[in-house]
């Protein structure tokens, strides 16, 4: 291909862990950016506002703004705005989801909601369960923001977003909308924001079932990087097949490098 329009990173386990930053990351989005092609970051992750992952970001040495960034919370509350109108919604999840909820209008409360929303929550308790399970059951939908089942930290993984989900998903029968990767509505809102064209675009991420997954789905080239979840054993498991494997993310730029040198 022509030289990409844009390259789409998810963030843990592909940019940083934790608080890590993954070695040669910094180089590699700068070279792409001064190549010509955009950088877009988008994460499952929907406990930060994309003001705080920008920030985040910057204070690793990634220039970054929050237009830059595509969470599962901002994508949640960009779907439910456009699909059914500003509603009234219980979140279960933590600060970032909150914001981005009421960033885009909606209005927050515990009872008589429209929508249920899921991410991943930290302070996660029964009487939260109970809660969504009751406005639920008096009709309100089901969304989740992703269904990660882990997240990756510095030294290993923690419960992700599809615990909570999985959990209020057994108490109530019912199968929410989901947002995040795999899933399409994500992918749709990037390319509906950019502007871009999927197959212009190269999607990179450390999980098959949710980073190449999801560019397979809508087109994209992809790029699966080891650092994260998925190794080598999992491609042939899964059969989902990347367009592209790599050690990490400073792949992109020797490999780069030695194609536009030779």
Same mark, same amino acid.
């Given at each position: 291909?022509?030289?990409?329009?844009?390259?789409?990173?998810?963030?843990?386990?592909?940019?940083?862990?934790?608080?890590?930053?993954?070695?040669?990351?910094?180089?590699?989005?700068?070279?792409?950016?001064?190549?010509?092609?955009?950088?877009?970051?988008?994460?499952?992750?929907?406990?930060?506002?994309? !003001?705080?992952? #920008?920030?985040?970001?910057?204070?690793? +040495?990634?220039?970054?703004? $929050? &237009?830059?960034?595509? @969470?599962?919370?901002?994508?949640?509350?960009?779907?439910?705005?456009?699909?059914?109108?500003?509603?009234?919604?219980?979140?279960?999840?933590?600060?970032?989801?909150?914001?981005?909820?009421?960033?885009?209008?909606?209005?927050?409360?515990?009872?008589?909601?429209?929508?249920?929303?899921?991410?991943?929550?930290?302070?996660?308790?029964?009487?939260?369960?109970?809660?969504?399970?009751?406005?639920?059951?008096?009709?309100?939908?089901?969304?989740?923001? !992703?269904?990660? #089942?882990?997240?990756?930290?510095?030294? +290993?993984?923690?419960?992700? $977003? &599809?615990?909570?989900? @999985?959990?209020?998903?057994?108490?109530?029968?019912?199968?929410?909308?989901?947002?995040?990767?795999?899933?399409?509505?994500?992918?749709?809102?990037?390319?509906?924001?950019?502007?871009?064209?999927?197959?212009?675009?190269?999607?990179?991420?450390?999980?098959?079932?949710?980073?190449?997954?999801?560019?397979?789905?809508?087109?994209?080239?992809?790029?699966?990087?080891?650092?994260?979840?998925?190794?080598?054993?999992?491609?042939?498991?899964?059969?989902?097949?990347?367009?592209?494997?790599?050690?990490?993310?400073?792949?992109?730029?020797?490999?780069?490098?030695?194609?536009?040198?030779?």
């Amino acid at each position: 291909m022509n030289r990409p329009a844009a390259y789409i990173f998810d963030l843990d386990g592909v940019v940083y862990h934790g608080n890590m930053l993954i070695s040669g990351a910094n180089k590699t989005i700068e070279y792409i950016r001064a190549s010509g092609s955009r950088v877009i970051f988008l994460t499952n992750n929907a406990t930060r506002t994309r !003001n705080s992952i #920008a920030l985040k970001l910057n204070n690793m +040495g990634i220039c970054c703004s $929050a &237009g830059d960034v595509i @969470s599962s919370a901002y994508a949640a509350a960009v779907y439910i705005k456009e699909h059914y109108g500003p509603g009234i919604i219980y979140p279960i999840g933590e600060r970032g989801l909150v914001f981005e909820l009421e960033e885009a209008g909606h209005t927050i409360a515990k009872q008589d909601v429209d929508f249920v929303v899921v991410g991943l929550d930290r302070e996660f308790t029964y009487q939260k369960l109970a809660t969504g399970l009751d406005n639920i059951i008096k009709g309100a939908r089901f969304i989740a923001t !992703n269904t990660d #089942a882990m997240l990756p930290v510095e030294k +290993g993984f923690l419960p992700g $977003a &599809g615990s909570m989900v @999985s959990a209020l998903k057994t108490a109530s029968g019912i199968e929410p909308e989901v947002i995040g990767k795999p899933g399409k509505p994500i992918m749709d809102i990037l390319l509906s924001k950019y502007s871009l064209k999927s197959e212009e675009c190269i999607m990179v991420g450390d999980r098959l079932e949710t980073d190449i997954l999801a560019g397979l789905t809508v087109g994209m080239h992809t790029i699966l990087v080891l650092t994260g979840a998925s190794g080598i054993k999992d491609i042939e498991s899964s059969g989902i097949r990347p367009g592209c494997v790599m050690n990490s993310i400073a792949d992109i730029l020797s490999k780069d490098l030695l194609l536009h040198n030779s």
